[in-house]
């Protein structure tokens, strides 16, 4: 007679059990959760090739060698022998990145590390029953102290993400909410046609690529540690930005040109693919250029570039006015000249690339001057639902303290 003894049922756990977890999925685990997050994160991609993305991406610039973190919640519990898949509750990723740190009497600038947050999910049987919550709050935790031996034992200053579940959510679990007004440059319908010369001289942009990128990120990032100095002392608060390096950049610009091959290999892109200009800059005379580096960001799951033209959106990662310091209330000639010539390229460019709109994050009281001198037709967006810039601080301020400098596009994730 065969025995009538029966296990029992796993049945999920309650979100506040102690034997939950919070650990690393196998590779089995990865790839089951990109099956099942390809409807949100896929863009045009089809899951084949979104289940080639995603390994890709640990492999590229800033994400490579551990610089990226797989995160699951998962029950310790979980009977091993059951045969089954242990349960993954919820999951995310971390990416660690580097941080410039400055407080009001501070003469130079601190290097900190900050991990931004991403792909935040919950299988969709499993919602509903605070298991992200829990994931989010062993995260904060875990996130404060998190490789901060790997970079050069910098501390972690912060974390953030980018909320798209609009501005409660995470707030509640401590990453505060953070400005996310973004300008929109519609592209003009004749925009693919003549006015962008690309040389040298007045009215001139050249290109940016990978060529002379790293050099720009350099100067960038000198500027930004002044600003983050600057901003400190007069506005008495501590001051952070994401430091917009040349890692930081290119894992921008590989995601971008990965997705773009894929799109463009039935579909005939304008003249290379993947495309080899990343950016302008308008002027020669170091000290008084303006450039902007750009990604393309292409919707629906089509795989077809031309289909969501109105949604996809060329973004300005990083906008550069190298005399912004000096500028003041009236921005001289040259920079408004400048920054309108690497405006309409980037428009441009957008429309060669199927792209129907360009937008530029948070841009600051100059910028927004330059806008309104440049005569280029754009409407400001303040989003309430998608990409909300939200921080959690790890330092001894309150994050209401604290100042975000160079709130852009580059520092997403
Ligand atoms: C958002 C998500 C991770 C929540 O997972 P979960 O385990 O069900 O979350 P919890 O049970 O901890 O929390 C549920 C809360 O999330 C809120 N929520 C879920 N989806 C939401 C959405 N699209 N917009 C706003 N709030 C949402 C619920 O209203 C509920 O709010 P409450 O705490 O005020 O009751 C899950 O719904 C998911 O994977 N969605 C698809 C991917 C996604 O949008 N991820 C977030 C990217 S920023």
């Known amino acids: 007679m065969g025995s009538n003894i029966q296990e029992d049922p796993y049945t999920l756990p309650d979100a506040t059990a102690p034997s939950l977890v919070l650990t690393h999925p196998t590779e089995d685990e990865k790839r089951r959760t990109w099956t099942l997050n390809h409807r949100e994160w896929g863009g045009a ?11 890709y991406l640990t492999t590229i610039p800033l994400t490579r060698d551990g610089g990226m973190t797989h995160w699951v919640l998962t029950d310790s519990s979980w009977p091993a022998e059951s045969g089954e898949n242990r349960p993954i509750l919820a999951s995310c ?47 904060g935790t875990a996130l404060r102290t998190w490789q901060c031996e790997k970079k050069g034992s910098a501390d972690v200053v912060c974390s953030a993400l980018w909320s798209d579940i609009g501005k409660t959510y995470y707030a509640k679990k401590g990453w505060a909410v953070f400005p996310s007004l973004h300008i929109e440059f519609p592209v003009p319908a004749n925009q693919t046609q003549g006015s962008v010369e690309i040389g040298k001289g007045k009215g001139k942009v050249s290109p940016i690529t990978y060529e002379n990128l790293g050099q720009l990120c350099e100067t960038d990032e000198k500027l930004v540690r002044e600003q983050v100095l600057r901003k400190a002392r007069e506005t008495n608060r501590t001051c952070v930005a994401f430091a917009p390096d040349h890692d930081t950049m290119r894992w921008h610009l590989y995601r971008d040109d990965f997705i773009a091959s894929i799109l463009f290999k039935s579909s005939p892109g304008p003249t290379s693919v993947p495309s080899s200009i990343k950016g302008v800059i308008a002027g020669t005379q170091e000290g008084r250029r303006v450039w902007a580096v750009w990604s393309r960001n292409y919707y629906g799951g089509s795989g077809k570039p031309t289909d969501n033209v109105e949604k ?14 000096s500028e003041g209330e009236k921005p001289s000639e040259d920079v408004v000249e400048g920054f309108t010539a ?45 990409s909300i810039p939200s921080m959690m601080w790890y330092g001894d301020e309150k994050i209401s303290e604290i100042e975000w400098v ?8």
């Open 93 to 139: 990723e971390s990416i660690s990145k580097r941080i410039l740190v400055a407080s009001p009497g501070d003469t130079a600038v601190r290097d900190g590390v900050g991990h931004g947050v991403g792909s935040v999910f919950t299988y969709p049987e499993h919602r509903g029953n605070r298991y992200a919550g829990r994931m989010l709050n062993e995260l």
């Open 342 to 386: 690497v405006l309409r390229t980037a428009l441009h460019e957008a429309a060669i690339w199927n792209l129907g709109k360009v937008d530029l994050w948070n841009p600051s009281p100059l910028v927004k001057t330059l806008i309104e001198r440049s005569g280029v037709q754009h409407r400001p967006v303040e989003r309430d639902v998608d």
């Open 312 to 325: 996809n959106t060329l973004y300005i990662l990083r906008l550069v006015i190298e005399s912004e310091a």
């Open 406 to 413: 160079a709130n852009e596009k580059y520092c997403w994730c």
């Open 45 to 55: 991609l089809s899951l084949e090739d979104y289940l080639k993305r995603e390994p």
